[in-house]
């Protein structure tokens, strides 16, 4: 069995929060707290939560967008959190990301063309001029835009056409990796079905590994191969798509499937409402950090963690629930 392209082991990121007279008190936000997971080479693994929960912060922890507190990011083999920024460069090349947001993460001054070839010139991967352009042309027809349009700017697209320019530029850097940053909520429906499509073709084209972050869950279940549920910081669950929607083991992502509407009109389903809110990142609680909305709650869920279990190949936290007779 050949080894995970990355492995995020007991991944923390702590937000301080400046409290209290003149903010000389100093709180944290538990935004990740403890997340491990892995991703194989080709592999779609979805990242699923309320908002919140820290899914996205997983991501930008991965890349490198801020430090994290504490824990490992290991990326074929070699540890990337601690690299040093020479070895986070090329490091940076095999991991790429798209935003949410396809027009602010585009620089409005920058034509089509300068936007693609940026990460092209950046990385040294064209030998000449001529190599470059034909790079970025061969860009632009990869994610099925005209060619005609390397001219434009971002505002004279629409929100799909601007998403698969972000997808271009991540193409560009010839990544293994690419972190979907809730890639196509902000997107009609029409047009996330034909931006899943294209990602699931680029996958099957270039090996891709694709960490996709979504709160939608009928995306997901079209486009994963695994899925890892995130409640308040944590992983309660990680187990492969079948499973997830045949036969989920967590109460909490049982009430998430729940919430999942029906294509079918008229058709029925029985939602399972959670009571409460969502607990303070601040001030997470004891034991397992669920029990304060869970319908199956003990004693024991109050002040013990959850364990983590095995079986088959995958990874779960087990809930109390499964201990019963």
């Known amino acids: 069995m050949s080894p995970p392209l990355l492995q995020v082991n007991d991944l923390k990121k702590h937000f301080p929060v400046k409290t209290g007279l003149f903010g000389r008190k100093s709180e944290f936000v538990y935004a990740v707290d403890g997340v491990s997971f892995e991703i194989a080479r080709g592999e779609t693994l979805s990242l699923v939560g309320e908002s919140g929960c820290g899914k996205s912060t997983v ?8 430090e994290i507190t504490s824990g490992q990011v290991i990326l074929d083999g070699q540890r990337i959190d601690d690299a040093a920024p020479s070895t ?4 940076r090349r095999r991991v790429q990301v798209v935003f949410q947001d396809p027009f602010s993460s585009l620089n409005p001054r920058m034509r089509v063309r300068d936007i693609l070839a940026e990460p092209i010139r ?16 061969s860009l632009m027809d990869t994610v099925r835009l005209p060619r005609e349009a390397l001219n434009r700017r971002p505002h004279e697209f629409s929100g ?6 972000g997808i271009a530029r991540a193409l560009a850097a010839e990544p293994e990796l690419i972190v979907c940053d809730e890639a196509v909520s902000a997107l009609d429906v029409s047009v996330k079905a034909q931006i899943v499509n294209l990602l699931q073709d680029l996958q099957s084209e270039f090996g891709l590994a694709l960490l996709f972050i979504s709160h939608d869950l009928a995306i997901v279940e079209h486009m994963t191969h695994r899925v890892a549920v995130m409640y308040l910081g944590k992983i309660v669950e990680v187990a ?6 045949a036969a989920p083991r967590h109460p909490y992502t049982k009430a998430l499937l729940s919430a999942v509407p029906l294509p079918e009109p008229g058709a029925q389903r029985n939602p399972i409402i959670l009571k409460g809110d969502v607990p303070s990142p ?19 869920c109050r002040t ?3 364990v983590l279990r095995a079986a088959g190949g995958e990874q779960w936290v087990a809930c109390h629930l499964e201990e019963l007779p």
């Open 59 to 66: 991501g930008r922890a991965i890349l490198r967008l801020f």
């Open 88 to 91: 986070m460069r090329q490091m």
């Open 122 to 137: 950046n990385f040294g991967l064209a030998k000449s001029a001529e190599d470059l352009e034909v790079r970025v042309t």
């Open 160 to 165: 799909g056409q601007r998403q698969r320019i």
């Open 240 to 245: 492969p798509r079948r499973e997830i929607f």
């Open 282 to 300: 601040i001030n997470p609680p004891n034991g397992c950090r669920f029990h304060t909305r869970c319908p199956y709650v003990f004693d024991r």
């Open 304 to 306: 013990e963690e959850p």
